[in-house]
C-alpha cells in the first residue's frame, strides 16, 4: 500500500519517510536509504526520516553518515525520544559509551516526561540466553588494562571480540 500512496503522489516526503521504514523493517536497507534520501530531498527539515534513514545507514556500518544524520534530527526535534534512542545505539556500536549512555538517558528522560505520550507497551530485546564464551585467547594490545576491562566478570582471556583494538583507546 505504501508503495501505491507514493506511486499516486510521488512529491508525499511523509510517503516516501514510510516506505523506507517498511523496507529497514524487512531488511532491504538499500532500498531504505532510497526512499529515506527522497524524503529528505523532498522536506529537508523532516526530523523523523532523518533519524529513520539514520538507522538504516546504521545498519548497513555507515555510523558517521548515521551519527550525522541523527544529531541533525535532534536538532531539529529535541525532544525526540527515539531519535536520542537511536542516536545511542550508533554511539554504542561505534564504542562510545559515555556519548552512548547520554543520549539513552536523554530518551528515557523524555520518556518519563510524557513527551512521547502516554507509554502502552514496552518491548525489551536483549538476545538469546547466555552461552559459555568459547573465544581464543589472543595476543593482549600494548597499553591494555585486561584487569580494569574485564572487572568483576570471571578471569579469562583477552580477545579482541570483546575488546576490539583501537577502539578505547588502548
Same mark, same amino acid.
Given at each position: 500500500?505504501?508503495?501505491?500512496?507514493?506511486?499516486?503522489?510521488?512529491?508525499?516526503?511523509?510517503?516516501? !519517510?514510510?516506505?523506507?521504514?517498511?523496507?529497514?523493517?524487512?531488511?532491504?536497507?538499500?532500498?531504505?536509504?532510497?526512499?529515506?534520501?527522497? !524524503?529528505?530531498?523532498?522536506?529537508?527539515?523532516?526530523?523523523?526520516?532523518?533519524?529513520?534513514?539514520?538507522?538504516?545507514?546504521?545498519?548497513q556500518g555507515h555510523l558517521a553518515q548515521a551519527i550525522a544524520l541523527l544529531q541533525a534530527a535532534i536538532a531539529l526535534h529535541p525532544t525526540s525520544a527515539p531519535a536520542?534512542?537511536?542516536?545511542?545505539?550508533?554511539?554504542?556500536?561505534?564504542?562510545?559509551?559515555?556519548?552512548?549512555?547520554?543520549?539513552?538517558?536523554?530518551?528515557?528522560?523524555?520518556?518519563?516526561?510524557?513527551?512521547?505520550?502516554?507509554?502502552?507497551?514496552?518491548?525489551?530485546?536483549?538476545?538469546?540466553?547466555?552461552?559459555?564464551?568459547?573465544?581464543?585467547?589472543?595476543?593482549?594490545?600494548?597499553?591494555?588494562?585486561?584487569?580494569?576491562?574485564?572487572?568483576?566478570?570471571?578471569?579469562?582471556?583477552?580477545?579482541?571480540?570483546?575488546c576490539p583494538r583501537g577502539v578505547h583507546n588502548h
Open positions: 500500500l505504501i508503495g501505491r500512496a507514493v506511486a499516486i503522489r510521488p512529491g508525499v516526503a511523509t510517503f516516501h !519517510a514510510n516506505l523506507a521504514e517498511a523496507h529497514r523493517a524487512l531488511g532491504q536497507l538499500d532500498k531504505a536509504i532510497a526512499s529515506g534520501r527522497t !524524503a529528505l530531498r523532498l522536506q529537508p527539515g523532516y526530523a523523523d526520516a532523518a533519524s529513520n534513514l539514520g538507522l538504516a545507514l546504521m545498519a536520542h534512542n537511536n542516536l545511542g545505539n550508533a554511539f554504542r556500536q561505534q564504542g562510545d559509551t559515555v556519548q552512548a549512555l547520554a543520549y539513552f538517558r536523554k530518551a528515557v528522560e523524555y520518556i518519563w516526561n510524557g513527551r512521547i505520550g502516554r507509554v502502552q507497551t514496552i518491548r525489551i530485546g536483549v538476545g538469546g540466553p547466555a552461552k559459555p564464551c568459547d573465544l581464543p585467547t589472543q595476543d593482549m594490545p600494548e597499553g591494555t588494562d585486561w584487569n580494569m576491562w574485564l572487572g568483576p566478570a570471571p578471569e579469562r582471556g583477552y580477545n579482541d571480540a570483546l
